[in-house]
Structures are given as structure tokens and as C-alpha cells.
């Protein structure tokens, strides 16, 4: 607890001597109006699902090491991972893939591990997948964070019998030959699968389909479903509206949500830029794009409309994130990339245009929870670390079941380049015992920005922000960058916020007894 209270209280001293410099820059301005009556639907805790594939480190080393291993586990599953991740309180784990879901066949993931058949991850740097976690292992990792799941389903190589026969051994109660499988091979009780995904990116690596052949065969692996989960059907990854408009059409009856799939990268697929050493330019570049996901959302969300005005099948954005070139020295096929403060402000604009979009947005999945792409944690051997973007999904989290209020934002811009961007971004909500919690981000990484709002009350929460817009933590210096504890009083013209360049800042106020 001191070492904790110490790191905080010098966080807090670095935030005062930047804030000391960045004063002497005259300030963005914006201000906030919110209409505290004007209420969306809540923020399902879902939207703030994470994703684990069969993917490099990102289960082997990274989460799971083991029973047998030297480092502190339970049952396989590293302890320290695993209780970062529980104070997070994620609410929903994507697994085994991605891609790899596509080529996956559940049975090489049950019974004796030491009898396991070994294959080739042939999507991801074609090393051997020992199989060594299954069905039995990841439900247990969900177990351990407390967290539902979400099957990604195999459609582009395995029959629809097989999927069926996969759900009915999770969840039946049996008396069938599954059931009295999945009890010889050590569980009694059935597992409880919220989400089942027919197919993974479809128009891809999952079987490279035309959409009105995805739709017919959706359909038929999802006639045969079982176990109540609710039926994800894989929608959008490339900009193909005509895609969603005829899941829409032919499917609406066999599904319960669709996916969005979309990465942030400032370069291109051959090239997709380094997640550390960049300029303002592609800072800029890469936040432009990271909010060009809201336009996505609603031109799906017009598309469905038109079938769907009752909006009762989800969107679900089951993959977003940053995606740069890999670390120098790393497979490449194991996507493992540094992250930094430029990817702690994708997570949170993309948060906030979730929380804008709630009537339909109803549970994403960031890619990934460790050593892979944007993760929440990085860790090698016996040492992790918690990455900025770990520390904007701590900060936010009394948005997960809020109610989003109504908000009015008038922002001064700033440009980079042909990228031209407002300097601020809000999201603020009220949460059942009736707190009022606001996040403000500061995309200029130059100016500070000075926001005017019509809150009232005293406001406490931190403050994420750095002095170079690729700081980022370290296996030697695992706490570079933590946030800081931040609180302002509303004067007599409501709450005004004070941030310094390239900053995230969340905090609440409690609800009037």
C-alpha cells in the first residue's frame, strides 16, 4: 500500500510540473453543455469485453504458463494477469480466435492434455499449437476473472453438427453421451456461454464468402444451435455495406447481433507504422482514423435500421484497436507491439463514441488482453506490466452500466498535416447510485485545453498524460506512465477542467441524497 500511495504521489508531481510548462501555451477552449433529462439507453457492461486469441503470447507465456511453472499460478493461469485483469472487472472474454477460430476443431482441446494432438497455427506464425488449452481451460480462465464469454464459432471449416455438438458439451445438462464426456474429462455442472459467434470475418480468413452465400450458411449453422446463447452472426471488417444489407435481409430471424471488425494502423497492411518514435503527424493521423469508427457505426446502424427499427439485434465491434508493425526482433506473426499514451487516447475516443451509440452498440471486444496488439497487458517470463491503455480502461470504468447523458460540445480544432481534429472529446453519464461521471479528452498533443461545463459539485478521479506522446512502460520501468490524481470544484458558473496536452481525464461527482 505505501509503494502504491508513493507512485501515485509522484505521478502527481509530474502532472504538476507539466501542467506548469504546458500553462505558458494558451489553451483550447471548449465548452460542455449537459442535459442532465436527456438520457440514452444504458452502457452495457459489455462493451467492454476483451479478446483472447490462440495468437503468439498472447495465451502461452502471456496468461497461461502452466501448472507446473515456477511463476505463481492457479491451475495454469499466472496469478498476477490474472488478478490485474480481475480488478478491472472484465465483463466478457472472446475466444479461441480471430482467424484461428476458422481452422479450429474444439476436440483437440478436451481430454488428457498429455494426449492433445499438436497442430500448426497456420494464421499465426505457423509454429505448433500444442492444444494444451481448451474448452476446459479458457472456461476456467473466465471462471477465475469472473467473466461470460463469447465463443467464436468455427463456420469455415467445421460442419454444423460439430459447432452444435460443441454447445451442447458446454452448456447441456445432460443425460447425453456430451454431457457424460464433459463430466469424465472433470466438470459436472454445464458452463454458462452468453454469446456464440457463427463464424469469424467470413469475407476473410474465415472462408473468403460472398455475402449471400455467408447468409445462407449462417442460417444453417444457426438452425442448429443450442444451449441459449445468443447467435453472433460476422458481419463488417472491409467498408462492405452490401454485406450488412443482406445479413440484414436473409438472417434477421437467425441472429441476435452482427459484428463490426475495425483497426486503427497511420500507415497501411504492408507498412502499418511503429508503435513507438512517431511524430505529431502520425499521432494526428492515427487519432483521425481512430474516430472515423463512429462514422462506421452509423452507417451500420442506418443499414439495420431499415430492417431492425426496433433495434433488437446488437452490433457487436468484437474487434477494434491499434495495429502497427511488430516489435523489432519479434515473430511477426505474433502481432506483440509496445503501447503507448497515442493508444491510452484511441481506447478512450473510441469508449466515448460507444457510450454515444448504446442503442445499438451492446458489447465490443478490444484485440487483445495480453501481448498482442493494443493489449492491456504485456509480460515476458516472470515480469508484466500494465499498459496506458490498461489504465484508461481502469479509469473508465464507472461508466459500465451508466446511463449517457445528452452533452453539447463546442471545441476549438487543431490540424496536423491534411488531419484536421477538435482539440476535445467528452463523454459523461450518471450511474445508478446517481454519481455523475465525465471524461474529457485532449487530443492536441501541444495545448492544454481549458473546458467550461455546466456541472456542479466537487469532481475527484485521475488524470492520464505524459511529456512525450510515446511514453510508455517498460519491463525495467513498468510504471512510466500511471495515472494521477486529479479534482476540481465547480465555481459559480459550473465546473470548468483544466488538461494538459495529450491527456485523458475521468471523474465523478456524487448524486444528491
Not at 505558458?24 to 438520457?39: F, R, S
Not at 445468443?230 to 438472417?251: C, F, K, Q, W
Not at 506490466?385 to 447523458?405: E, I, N, Q
Request: with cysteine.
Amino acid at each position: 500500500m505505501k509503494l502504491h500511495l508513493h507512485r501515485r504521489l509522484l505521478a502527481a508531481c509530474a502532472l504538476a510540473s507539466f501542467l506548469n510548462v504546458a500553462a505558458a501555451i494558451e489553451p483550447a477552449q471548449a465548452d460542455l453543455v449537459i442535459d442532465a433529462q436527456d438520457a440514452g439507453p444504458r452502457i452495457d457492461p459489455d462493451i467492454y469485453g476483451q479478446f483472447a486469441e490462440q495468437l503468439g503470447a498472447g495465451i502461452y507465456g502471456g496468461l497461461w504458463v502452466g501448472p507446473e511453472s515456477a511463476i505463481p499460478n492457479t491451475r495454469g493461469w499466472r496469478n498476477d494477469v490474472v488478478q490485474a485483469l480481475r480488478h478491472l472487472e472484465v465483463p466478457v472474454v472472446r475466444w479461441p480466435g480471430g482467424c484461428f477460430a476458422d481452422d479450429y476443431d474444439w476436440r483437440d482441446g478436451i481430454g488428457d492434455p498429455a494426449k492433445r494432438p499438436v497442430r500448426l497455427n497456420r494464421w499465426w506464425g505457423g509454429v505448433p499449437e500444442s492444444n494444451r488449452v481448451g474448452t476446459h481451460e479458457f472456461m476456467d480462465l473466465a471462471e477465475q476473472l469472473g467473466a461470460q464469454v463469447l465463443i467464436a464459432g468455427n463456420m469455415g471449416s467445421m460442419s454444423p453438427r460439430d459447432l452444435s455438438q460443441w454447445m451442447e458439451y458446454m452448456t447441456a445438462t445432460g443425460p447425453s453421451a456430451l454431457t457424460d464426456e464433459r463430466r469424465r474429462n472433470g466438470r459436472d455442472k454445464p458452463w454458462k456461454v452468453k454469446y456464440v459467434g457463427v463464424g469469424n470475418e467470413s469475407w476473410g480468413c474465415g472462408g473468403n464468402m460472398r455475402p449471400e452465400y455467408q447468409a445462407d450458411l449462417h442460417n444453417r449453422y444457426a438452425t442448429f444451435l443450442n444451449g441459449g446463447a445468443l447467435r453472433v452472426a460476422s458481419g463488417d471488417g472491409t467498408g462492405n455495406e452490401h454485406l450488412i444489407d443482406v445479413l440484414m435481409e436473409r438472417s434477421i430471424g437467425q441472429m441476435d447481433a452482427l459484428t463490426l471488425h475495425y483497426y486503427t494502423l497511420p500507415g497501411n497492411w504492408t507498412k502499418k507504422g511503429s508503435a513507438t518514435g512517431f511524430d505529431a503527424a502520425a499521432w494526428a493521423h492515427t487519432l483521425k482514423l481512430a474516430r472515423g469508427i463512429e462514422g462506421r457505426i452509423e452507417a451500420i446502424d442506418a443499414l439495420m435500421d431499415k430492417r431492425d427499427p426496433q433495434r433488437r439485434i446488437g452490433l457487436f465491434v468484437d474487434e477494434w484497436g491499434t495495429w502497427y508493425d511488430a516489435e523489432p526482433g519479434t515473430n511477426p506473426g505474433f502481432l506483440y507491439q509496445q503501447n503507448t499514451l497515442r493508444d491510452a487516447l484511441v481506447a478512450a475516443l473510441t469508449l466515448d463514441v460507444f457510450h454515444r451509440h448504446t442503442d445499438r452498440v451492446r458489447m465490443t471486444s478490444i484485440a487483445q488482453m495480453v501481448n498482442v496488439l493494443q493489449a492491456m497487458v504485456l509480460a515476458d517470463g516472470n515480469r508484466m506490466l500494465l499498459t496506458p491503455t490498461y489504465h484508461v480502461y481502469d479509469m473508465y470504468k464507472p461508466f459500465k452500466g451508466a446511463t449517457p447523458l445528452k452533452i453539447r460540445l463546442s471545441t476549438s480544432r487543431w490540424q496536423r498535416g491534411e488531419d484536421d481534429l477538435p482539440a476535445v472529446d467528452a463523454s459523461v453519464a450518471r450511474t445508478a447510485d446517481g454519481a455523475t461521471v465525465i471524461a474529457i479528452v485532449n487530443l492536441d498533443p501541444e495545448r492544454p485545453a481549458h473546458v467550461h461545463t455546466n456541472l456542479k459539485g466537487e469532481f475527484r478521479g485521475r488524470i492520464l498524460t505524459a511529456a512525450k506522446m510515446d511514453a510508455h512502460n517498460t519491463f525495467d520501468q513498468p510504471h512510466a506512465i500511471e495515472p494521477a490524481l486529479f479534482s476540481a470544484r465547480a465555481g459559480s458558473e459550473g465546473l470548468t477542467l483544466d488538461l494538459p496536452p495529450k491527456a485523458v481525464l475521468v471523474a465523478s461527482a456524487p448524486g444528491r441524497r
